[in-house]
């Protein structure tokens, strides 16, 4: 919908090897495949002529229409074409003679034979007669039996004049012929598949030959129903502690008993130390914080303390000092600059080596009462700069009386529209502005008119893609999701416009027929994978307030449909393609549900897994990408007809996540992941994300901007989208959890401006159907200091960004060059901090650095030991790394500086304290992430935002773990799920669960239980995150002062 600019020109198309620069093409129908074009059908007058489609069985544009698809009342009339009978569906869609008993028949009653409803003319039944069962009953009841059907049931309009977006027209030719004719590959069931084949095929054919040895169970056999810890971990175990856990200087072994009065590290000692700089003058103390480090560089014991060192105990606080200088500014939860200095010149931003950037989050969510206004300028037309196209905004400036308008962007006088007059007082204020939100509010969002449309809003779409192979039903994933998208149906944005769609798929391909006019859905079964084709294209997607009734039917009896399915295979691939051609009318979210490597057509996966000898060669980064262009190439295409994928990965086993994620990566979709997934474990986290995923308010076909101030220019984009031209971000779909980082450059030498201007514009459809751009505007000071860019830093900036581009970094080059390029930054700008200060203070032999950012380091350590860049091949499951490496990627500050420093509270004593109350008990309060904070009596919850751990110390009150345990005390702790029981202490914990949970709802965090000295677990899940501690190759944080130290200091 690139129509953020609708009086410009067309921005300009990326050159031909983007995504979007398919040439445009007239006759869609002629040169390109019959495919998805949103034209192929609004605009055809006629239905294709038999000389035009020959042979094909489907002429795609009608069938595939959007006029069925959601725009307004029923088409008055039809093409005749779409009761004509379809040759192939005659055979295809035949009763089938064997094989039905893959699909034991759910507990839905029947009514009556089912009928291709186009086929009914002359089509023998979609569904099968009787079948007999496994269990060797005999039903008389077909898996979904349709009611009647009337000949054609509308639940759009007719073709609404829409205007052609490069998007509808730019077809891309498909090789595939999706349409061609001439074939049966409709099945209700594959006579492939009888029951003792696929048995067979379960039992004997290992999918991954060579992978099994690897892995707790082959991929072929039964997953056992709790298999052992490692996998139902993360798949991965931690290499056995070969001496990181017992070894180390300051080892694992927490130290002698302390008393929390005595807890190592108070925040006031931290402060005292690491403020004061012995000799600098009193502009100097507030500019920079100094640490001894002793007179010898690497004699760290003579003289680093420990304890002073900086730690973020008090989690992310944004810098203040860019709002207190601009209080119009937009908050700092949507944009937040590396630095709010921009330097004047090319000279002094060479000096600046920790990335000029921002990192925006266009949807954070506001706090209640400070809710983003909506202005509606009606027929006034938004008020936008003519030269720039820079939305209205507080920094405007008014003049000539107030009948013209000054922009802050490129300065140019534009006339006040009259209906948008008002009188200005002597200051040059708008006499009005207590009525107008976009001239008091850095953040606005505007009701867009038609002009910012191609086409109508589409509706909030849903489609689901699930996995119902062998393991997707064993590990109990398909029962999960189907009830949690059934309890999420009346929480579905969008009301009575939500559209609604399911495919399954495990050797084949399985639509269903979700008419309104059903009770329940009908099954359609395609088993030729190489040449995909979609039966009755206008009933798989339906409105879900219309066919509520089969969309219920149906998820209710899913997990019963597949419960003896014992297929192995999954044609990923082929469903991929299928679900873009059932979407591709309308976009939408694409939720993926993922069990096993795709082994079957197109987009096949080779179980290339994690190869040691790979790590430390140059070709250790093609592990991390996909290796099939197929799935970039399919995300291309989603973006461009509007689809967002979120992928849910479920398997312990090498699954390829690098090429799945890529999906969601270009789509501006999430990947989560589930390794080894069981419900009786998991379950709790799946739903609540997916839960969230379906329900959390959503921007549909969006593409965002940011312009900024002559001089400026945004030059590269980091996070989950698809880049349309240089600067606008496709994004098909949005929320408040996504954010995105940019990287700033300097056009000119010297910027003769005071300051420097920025505006988010993000247009998007909203779930209610609107057109609406959402703006946020920010100023920032040019400076001509590199002590007042380092004054006005924001370290989350600094470090979202530079995680990023480290996140990157690891896709072309080895782990270690990715971690070392943190490194550097970190010593760079160290360095130049020192330069400025430290010879004409003589701070010889001590660490000095901003005060702004005092916690770089320490945040900089953690990114080289996070799950995207720590160690090498035995230190995080590949699957585990790429997933991380996704996720971080769109992560807001706030929640990635919390992944990377997690919090560690201690509990017990507000457990045990009977006048403790869990309400006040504060979960900011965290302890520094070593071991030397965990005292044995003591119990303590590892936060990262995305799991909580709780670690029982050795000599911690058996009451304790009675109380929150009870019978399960003496358990397998890696197979209990903690649950509240009838008991003050309990209720407490599970209290201050809710509070860490509500804190941020984005993901959530699953409990695990360790025991002090339980291994591996212990080292899995708590100790090897306590980044202040040396572990097996990793640096210690001292260590890692002393070696920044020392680097800063050579050449300096
Ligand atoms: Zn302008």
């Not at 953020?4 to 040439?23: G, H, I, K, Q």
């Not at 609004?42 to 698809?69: K, W, Y």
Request: with cysteine.
């Amino acid at each position: 919908m690139g129509t953020e600019n609708p009086n410009r020109p067309n921005y300009p198309l990326r050159p031909a090897s983007t995504p979007f620069s398919a040439p445009q093409s007239t006759t869609p129908f002629l040169s390109s495949g019959p495919v998805l074009g949103s034209e192929a059908s609004a605009f055809r007058p006629a239905p294709p002529s038999s000389s035009q489609f020959p042979t094909l069985p489907f002429s795609a544009g009608p069938l595939v229409g959007s006029e069925s698809l959601g725009f307004g009342p029923p088409p008055s009339a039809r093409p005749n074409e779409l009761v004509r009978p379809h040759p192939s569906l005659q055979s295809s869609y035949g009763p089938p003679t064997t094989g039905f008993q893959r699909f034991p028949a759910p507990p839905l009653p029947s009514t009556d034979h089912t009928q291709h409803p186009r086929a009914s003319l002359s089509g023998p039944p979609v569904v099968p007669p009787p079948t007999r069962l496994q269990g060797g009953s005999v039903s008389s009841e077909a898996s979904f039996f349709s009611q009647p059907q009337p000949p054609s049931i509308s639940m759009g309009s007719p073709p609404q004049n829409i205007k052609t977006g490069q998007f509808y027209s730019n077809i891309p030719p498909s090789t595939d012929q999706p349409f061609s004719p001439s074939r049966q590959n409709v099945l209700p069931i594959s006579p492939m598949m009888g029951p003792s084949q696929a048995t067979a095929r379960g039992t004997s054919q290992s999918a991954f030959p060579g992978y099994a040895s690897a892995q707790p169970y082959s991929s072929a056999q039964v997953p056992p129903v709790r298999p052992p810890f490692p996998s139902q971990a993360g798949g991965y175990a931690p290499p056995p502690p070969p001496a990181p856990f017992v070894a180390q200087p300051r080892g694992y072994m927490p130290g002698p008993p302390v008393t929390t009065s005595s807890v190592p590290y108070s925040r006031d000692q931290v402060q005292l130390h690491g403020m004061a700089p012995p000799i600098a003058s009193q502009g100097l103390v507030e500019d920079f914080s100094s640490l001894s480090l002793g007179s010898v560089p690497g004699s760290f014991d003579s003289g680093l303390d420990v304890k002073a060192l900086p730690r973020p105990l008090d989690g992310d606080v944004a810098s203040k000092s860019l709002a207190e200088m601009y209080p119009l500014n937009c908050d700092s939860r949507v944009l937040r600059l590396t630095t709010g200095g921009i330097p004047n010149s090319q000279s002094l931003a060479s000096r600046w080596h920790l990335g000029l950037g921002a990192v925006v989050c266009p949807l954070a969510e506001s706090p209640i009462g400070d809710e983003v206004p909506i202005v509606n300028f009606g027929t006034t037309g938004i008020i936008r700069c003519r030269r720039c196209r820079t939305y209205v905004n507080p920094y405007v400036t008014f003049t000539d009386h107030g009948r013209k308008w000054r922009c802050n962007i490129c300065s140019l006088l534009n006339d006040v529209p009259g209906e948008y007059f008002a009188h200005v007082d002597a200051n040059g204020r708008r006499v009005d502005l207590d009525q107008r939100p976009e001239l008091t509010k850095g953040s606005v969002e505007f009701i867009a008119p038609v002009e910012y449309m191609v086409r109508p809003p589409m509706p909030p779409l849903y489609f689901f893609l699930i996995d119902v192979s062998i393991s997707a039903v064993q590990s109990g994933m398909l029962e999960v999701v189907a009830q949690t998208i059934k309890s999420c149906l009346d929480n579905l944005p969008g009301s009575t416009r939500t559209q609604i769609g399911f495919l399954t798929y495990d050797s084949t391909i399985h639509f269903y027929n979700m008419k309104s006019s059903l009770v329940q859905p009908q099954m359609m079964v395609v088993s030729d994978l190489d040449d995909i084709f979609v039966p009755l294209p206008d009933d798989l997607l339906v409105n879900l307030s219309e066919s509520r009734i089969a969309v219920e039917a149906f998820l209710e009896s899913l997990p019963s449909m597949f419960q003896e399915n014992m297929n192995v295979e999954s044609a990923f691939g082929p469903a991929l393609k299928a679900a873009f051609m059932v979407m591709s009318q309308l976009g939408g979210k694409l939720i993926i549900f993922q069990n096993t490597l795709p082994s079957l057509g197109v987009g096949r996966l080779r179980l290339r897994g994690d190869d040691i000898r790979l790590y430390g060669t140059d070709k250790e980064h093609t592990l991390r990408v996909p290796e099939d262009p197929f799935y970039k190439q399919m995300a291309a295409d989603f973006t461009k007809y509007q689809i967002a994928a979120n992928v849910y990965a479920f398997s312990g086993k090498y699954t390829d996540i690098a090429s799945l994620g890529t999906l969601a990566k270009y789509t501006g979709g999430q990947v989560y992941y589930y390794p080894s997934f069981l419900s009786v474990i998991h379950e709790d986290k799946l739903r609540h994300e997916l839960t969230r995923d379906l329900t959390r308010e959503t921007a549909w076909e969006s593409v965002m901007r940011i312009r900024c101030g002559k001089g400026v220019r945004f030059t590269s984009f980091h996070g989950n989208f698809m880049l349309r031209s240089t600067d606008l971000l496709a994004l098909p779909a949005v929320d408040c959890d996504k954010a995105y980082a940019a990287q700033l450059s300097l056009e000119e030498t010297l910027l003769t401006t005071q300051t420097v201007y920025f505006q988010v514009a993000l247009l998007y459809t909203s779930s209610s159907g609107e057109r609406r751009i959402r703006v946020h505007t920010a100023a920032a000071p040019v400076v001509a200091d590199l002590g007042e860019m380092y004054r006005l830093t924001d370290t989350g900036a600094v470090v979202s960004l530079l995680s990023r581009l480290a996140i990157e970094k690891t896709l072309s080059n080895k782990l270690e060059d990715a971690r070392n390029f943190i490194q550097l930054k970190i010593v760079k700008a160290f360095r130049e901090y020192r330069n400025l200060y430290a010879v004409q203070h003589r701070l010889v032999g001590r660490m000095i650095y901003p005060e702004s950012l005092k916690f770089l380091p320490l945040y900089g350590l953690a990114l080289t030991r996070s799950t995207p860049l720590r160690g090498g091949y035995a230190d995080a499951q590949l699957d585990e790394r790429c997933e991380a490496g996704y996720t971080m990627m769109a992560l807001p500050v706030k929640k990635l500086l919390k992944l990377l420093y997690p919090s560690l509270l201690r509990i017990d004593d507000c457990l045990v304290n009977s006048s403790a109350r869990a309400d006040d008990f504060d979960i900011s309060k965290r302890l520094p992430l070593t071991s030397e904070s965990l005292d044995t009596r003591g119990v303590y919850i590892f936060d990262d935002g995305f799991r909580l751990v709780i670690w029982f110390g050795r000599s911690a009150s058996p009451d304790i773990a009675r109380g929150l345990l009870g019978e399960d005390l003496g358990a397998d702790f890696s197979k209990i799920s903690l649950s509240q029981r009838d008991n003050e202490m309990s209720r407490k914990l599970m209290k201050i669960f809710q509070k860490s949970r509500e804190s941020d709802p984005s993901y959530y965090q699953l409990c695990h239980l360790v025991r002090q000295g339980e291994q591996p677990r212990e080292g899995y899940f708590l100790l090897s995150n306590l980044v202040e501690d040396q572990t097996g190759g990793a640096s210690g944080y001292a260590d890692w002062f002393m070696q920044l130290h020392r680097q800063v200091q050579q050449n300096a």
